[in-house]
């Protein structure tokens, strides 16, 4: 190959827009191809479009090297699943499989090769808007949830058309970002980034996960995209990646305005050799790198490799075997948004709902009283329920919450609807009108929250308490009716206090998908029981963000008594108002005694935890069993709790299970800065319970020896078995 061509391969060009596709696929942009100046294309779609922009490559370049096409394909393709953090919240891994699965089933018939998901930064600052792509606040949780969509997406083979190749991102801290504004920098220790930020990837890496994706932002000074020692010091030499790396979307010339670079071709110097493959859009290698090159052969050998690694892919694929295999129309016809897909996203959806609180159990309204009044714009916003990815989904294939609740009303039951106003701003004559209809209403369902332009990608919100619209329709319908049902549609944790106080039953439902009306009437009339557990604290204000359970002790711990100087605030708890892995159900459960299988283990032995659990009450139901591990004396000051198993399982009324978890000392080892881990010896404690603010019967393990490892311990899997 010319350099001229190994060039073209590291570009990536848009061939449109997230909402044009495909319009920047000119008679021009055919002729860069046919001159093999692009080696793939995003914001592209359609099966024969793309086969025809394919058949250009193959046959009519010099090279006929094929292309790769792109997409985010986040949560749903055409059949739009629950946003990230929702499917995060079932605490069921499968879920997540299975819908990455589709996913990927209804891309890859529409002529894409790879999607830009999972997202796996961990978010512990609610104010940032992304935090709505991801698993939520712990490095455990997001691993294991990390794991489970590389297998769905990229399936056993990446050579089946079904299959797609998914992207680790974003490489680094992203999530990180000071003050929680997107793109902003990330100031953290060597040991917060290897045992907070970096096991989710690492646990992608280890699934076979195919690409990664740099940051925007920099860790420490440093931007991502061009750091050689975290891209290939860490992902390619310590763990062995050999797939493919791309910037985000312009990202390399992004590193001129982070001052590390004077030019443009500084900037591809400095990413090429970082370790970057592919350049997202910003045109740096296309037209800057050459002339470098001319100038610096060394740097041959980085662009050999960097092409190296997109052929692989590209071979992976099957792409110069078979070069339109996912150019089949009658098959994009026959694959999207069909009714076993719809299926699907209406039973995960339901998995993913969080009831927060239920103290009368006012749910499920299976036999009400009288007629159901449905309060509240976002009842009837379709577009939102699709979340800020929404690939090809479109606002008509939604069913809203308030189609749902409506055709799902037990019989002789009338559902009404007042829209009660703005989401930003408050509109006193809707929201009169809605307390005069709550006022007489038989029953009142309350639908507040966040609308989807407010999470997601430049979306970070400097409060995390309701938009003022509706907190003025929430406090007043609240103070009429304190026994309505509070439906939380939202992207992100949110700080409700004065809601949490008054309501007296409210279920998170994040932003759904094409199915959320269903879902929610599922599980509003009693079809189905909410059991998905929260996978980050809701603060009970923005003031206490970032906030994580897991936080590290305190010298002084917390005291309420204002004369003792002590870790708290002086004006609200430093509890948050719900915490990490709460969620109710309608069924009651009782946890027996944990029971260890040995009480002393070396360093590299396995050993297991057997917790009973019953349930107490006279309705099947699912509860989410969580283990939390403590090190209660280090050469470091280790976190309050860490979650290092947890297992969603359905227990039949009056029945019990046995859940046991197997697990190592390697999960409780500390990072070195030479990059190594050690195992300590010495006493560690572990809790098991529903939540992470509610575990009991401590068991104690002590590690005999002290070992090194190179695994991250958050990234290890811990096996749970029921019987």
């Given at each position: 190959?010319?350099?001229?061509?190994?060039?073209?391969?590291?570009?990536?060009?848009?061939?449109?827009?997230?909402?044009?596709?495909?319009?920047?696929?000119?008679?021009?942009?055919?002729?860069?191809?046919?001159?093999?100046?692009?080696?793939?294309?995003?914001?592209?779609?359609?099966?024969?479009?793309?086969?025809?922009?394919?058949?250009?490559?193959?046959?009519?370049?010099?090279?006929?090297?094929?292309?790769?096409?792109?997409?985010?394909?986040?949560?749903?393709?055409?059949?739009?699943?629950?946003?990230?953090?929702?499917?995060?919240?079932?605490?069921?891994?499968?879920?997540?499989?299975?819908?990455?699965?589709?996913?990927?089933?209804?891309?890859?018939?529409?002529?894409?090769?790879?999607?830009?998901?999972?997202?796996?930064?961990?978010?512990?600052?609610?104010?940032?808007g992304r935090i709505v792509e991801g698993a939520g606040s712990d490095p455990y949780l997001s691993s294991v949830m990390a794991a489970a969509q590389v297998r769905g997406y990229q399936g056993a083979s990446l050579g089946e058309p079904h299959t797609m190749l998914a992207t680790a991102k974003h490489l680094g801290a992203y999530g990180a970002a000071t003050g929680g504004r997107d793109y902003g920098s990330?100031?953290?220790?060597?040991?917060?980034?290897?045992?907070?930020?970096?096991?989710?990837?690492?646990?992608?890496?280890?699934?076979?996960?195919?690409?990664?994706?740099?940051?925007?932002?920099?860790?420490?000074?440093?931007?991502?995209?061009?750091?050689?020692?975290?891209?290939?010091?860490?992902?390619?030499?310590?763990?062995?990646?050999?797939?493919?790396?791309?910037?985000?979307?312009?990202?390399?010339?992004?590193?001129?305005?982070?001052?590390?670079?004077?030019?443009?071709?500084?900037?591809?110097?400095?990413?090429?050799?970082?370790?970057?493959?592919?350049?997202?859009?910003?045109?740096?290698?296309?037209?800057?790198?050459?002339?470098?090159?001319?100038?610096?052969?060394?740097?041959?050998?980085?662009?050999?490799?960097?092409?190296?690694?997109?052929?692989?892919?590209?071979?992976?694929?099957?792409?110069?075997?078979?070069?339109?295999?996912?150019?089949?129309?009658?098959?994009?016809?026959?694959?999207?948004?069909?009714?076993?897909?719809?299926?699907?996203?209406?039973?995960?959806?339901?998995?993913?709902?969080?009831?927060?609180?239920?103290?009368?159990?006012?749910?499920?309204?299976?036999?009400?009283?009288?007629?159901?009044?449905?309060?509240?714009?976002?009842?009837?916003?379709?577009?939102?329920?699709?979340?800020?990815?929404?690939?090809?989904?479109?606002?008509?294939?939604?069913?809203?919450?308030?189609?749902?609740?409506?055709?799902?009303?037990?019989?002789?039951?009338?559902?009404?609807?007042?829209?009660?106003?703005?989401?930003?701003?408050?509109?006193?004559?809707?929201?009169?009108?809605?307390?005069?209809?709550?006022?007489?209403?038989?029953?009142?369902?309350?639908?507040?929250?966040?609308?989807?332009?407010?999470?997601?990608?430049?979306?970070?919100?400097?409060?995390?308490?309701?938009?003022?619209?509706?907190?003025?329709?929430?406090?007043?319908?609240?103070?009429?009716?304190?026994?309505?049902?509070?439906?939380?549609?939202?992207?992100?944790?949110?700080?409700?206090?004065?809601?949490?106080?008054?309501?007296?039953?409210?279920?998170?439902?994040?932003?759904?998908?094409?199915?959320?009306?269903?879902?929610?009437?599922?599980?509003?009339?009693?079809?189905?029981?909410?059991?998905?557990?929260?996978?980050?604290?809701?603060?009970?204000?923005?003031?206490?963000?970032?906030?994580?359970?897991?936080?590290?002790?305190?010298?002084?711990?917390?005291?309420?008594?204002?004369?003792?100087?002590?870790?708290?605030?002086?004006?609200?708890?430093?509890?948050?108002?719900?915490?990490?892995?709460?969620?109710?159900?309608?069924?009651?459960?009782?946890?027996?005694?944990?029971?260890?299988?040995?009480?002393?283990?070396?360093?590299?032995?396995?050993?297991?935890?057997?917790?009973?659990?019953?349930?107490?009450?006279?309705?099947?139901?699912?509860?989410?069993?969580?283990?939390?591990?403590?090190?209660?004396?280090?050469?470091?000051?280790?976190?309050?709790?860490?979650?290092?198993?947890?297992?969603?399982?359905?227990?039949?009324?009056?029945?019990?299970?046995?859940?046991?978890?197997?697990?190592?000392?390697?999960?409780?080892?500390?990072?070195?800065?030479?990059?190594?881990?050690?195992?300590?010896?010495?006493?560690?404690?572990?809790?098991?319970?529903?939540?992470?603010?509610?575990?009991?019967?401590?068991?104690?393990?002590?590690?005999?020896?002290?070992?090194?490892?190179?695994?991250?311990?958050?990234?290890?899997?811990?096996?749970?078995?029921?019987?």
């Amino acid at each position: 190959m010319s350099v001229d061509q190994k060039l073209g391969q590291l570009v990536q060009a848009a061939g449109g827009r997230s909402k044009s596709l495909n319009s920047r696929l000119t008679d021009a942009e055919l002729d860069r191809v046919r001159a093999g100046k692009v080696g793939s294309y995003l914001h592209v779609a359609g099966a024969e479009a793309l086969g025809e922009l394919q058949r250009v490559a193959v046959e009519e370049s010099e090279h006929g090297i094929p292309l790769l096409f792109a997409m985010d394909v986040v949560h749903g393709y055409r059949t739009i699943f629950p946003v990230p953090i929702a499917i995060a919240s079932s605490f069921d891994p499968s879920a997540w499989e299975e819908a990455a699965r589709i996913s990927a089933d209804e891309a890859t018939s529409a002529g894409l090769h790879w999607t830009f998901a999972p997202m796996v930064d961990i978010a512990r600052d609610a104010r940032w808007g992304r935090i709505v792509e991801g698993a939520g606040s712990d490095p455990y949780l997001s691993s294991v949830m990390a794991a489970a969509q590389v297998r769905g997406y990229q399936g056993a083979s990446l050579g089946e058309p079904h299959t797609m190749l998914a992207t680790a991102k974003h490489l680094g801290a992203y999530g990180a970002a000071t003050g929680g504004r997107d793109y902003g920098s990330a100031d953290l220790s060597e040991r917060t980034l290897h045992e907070v930020y970096l096991p989710s990837f690492y646990a992608a890496e280890e699934a076979g996960v195919g690409s990664f994706m740099t940051a925007f932002n920099d860790i420490g000074g440093q931007p991502v995209t061009g750091t050689e020692a975290l891209v290939d010091g860490i992902l390619r030499d310590q763990w062995d990646f050999d797939g493919l790396v791309v910037s985000d979307w312009n990202a390399i010339a992004e590193l001129l305005n982070h001052g590390v670079a004077e030019t443009r071709g500084e900037a591809a110097v400095l990413a090429l050799q970082a370790g970057v493959d592919m350049d997202m859009t910003s045109g740096v290698f296309e037209t800057d790198l050459k002339a470098i090159l001319d100038g610096n052969p060394a740097l041959t050998a980085d662009l050999d490799r960097a092409v190296g690694h997109i052929l692989s892919v590209k071979e992976r694929l099957g792409l110069f075997d078979q070069p339109f295999a996912y150019h089949d129309a009658g098959r994009e016809e026959a694959s999207l948004l069909t009714e076993e897909n719809r299926a699907a996203a209406r039973d995960i959806a339901a998995r993913s709902m969080v009831l927060l609180k239920n103290e009368s159990q006012t749910l499920p309204l299976s036999d009400p009283a009288g007629d159901i009044l449905v309060i509240g714009t976002l009842a009837d916003d379709h577009l939102t329920q699709l979340g800020s990815w929404r690939a090809r989904g479109e606002a008509g294939d939604v069913i809203s919450i308030l189609d749902g609740l409506t055709d799902a009303a037990p019989d002789g039951v009338t559902v009404s609807y007042e829209p009660g106003g703005n989401i930003q701003t408050a509109d006193e004559d809707a929201v009169d009108a809605a307390v005069q209809a709550a006022e007489t209403a038989g029953n009142v369902i309350l639908v507040i929250g966040e609308d989807y332009d407010l999470s997601g990608e430049a979306r970070s919100r400097s409060s995390v308490e309701l938009p003022a619209g509706q907190k003025a329709l929430a406090d007043a319908v609240l103070a009429a009716r304190p026994d309505a049902v509070v439906l939380l549609v939202t992207g992100r944790a949110m700080a409700i206090p004065d809601i949490a106080e008054t309501a007296d039953t409210i279920l998170l439902t994040w932003m759904l998908g094409v199915e959320a009306g269903p879902a929610v009437a599922d599980v509003v009339y009693g079809a189905r029981a909410p059991a998905g557990r929260l996978p980050v604290d809701f603060p009970r204000a923005t003031g206490q963000l970032p906030l994580t359970y897991s936080e590290t002790p305190s010298g002084r711990p917390a005291n309420p008594d204002l004369s003792v100087d002590s870790n708290r605030y002086m004006d609200l708890p430093i509890t948050p108002q719900f915490a990490f892995g709460h969620g109710l159900t309608y069924s009651t459960f009782s946890y027996g005694q944990p029971q260890l299988s040995k009480s002393a283990v070396g360093p590299q032995e396995a050993f297991s935890i057997s917790v009973d659990i019953t349930n107490t009450s006279d309705r099947d139901g699912e509860d989410v069993v969580q283990l939390y591990m403590r090190d209660p004396v280090s050469r470091t000051s280790r976190p309050k709790k860490e979650l290092r198993g947890f297992k969603r399982v359905a227990i039949p009324a009056g029945q019990s299970v046995t859940v046991t978890f197997t697990l190592s000392p390697a999960q409780s080892a500390t990072y070195d800065d030479d990059g190594s881990w050690l195992i300590e010896a010495g006493r560690l404690d572990f809790m098991i319970g529903p939540s992470s603010d509610s575990t009991s019967g401590q068991v104690t393990v002590e590690v005999t020896e002290a070992a090194e490892t190179r695994v991250p311990a958050a990234a290890i899997e811990t096996e749970v078995s029921v019987q």
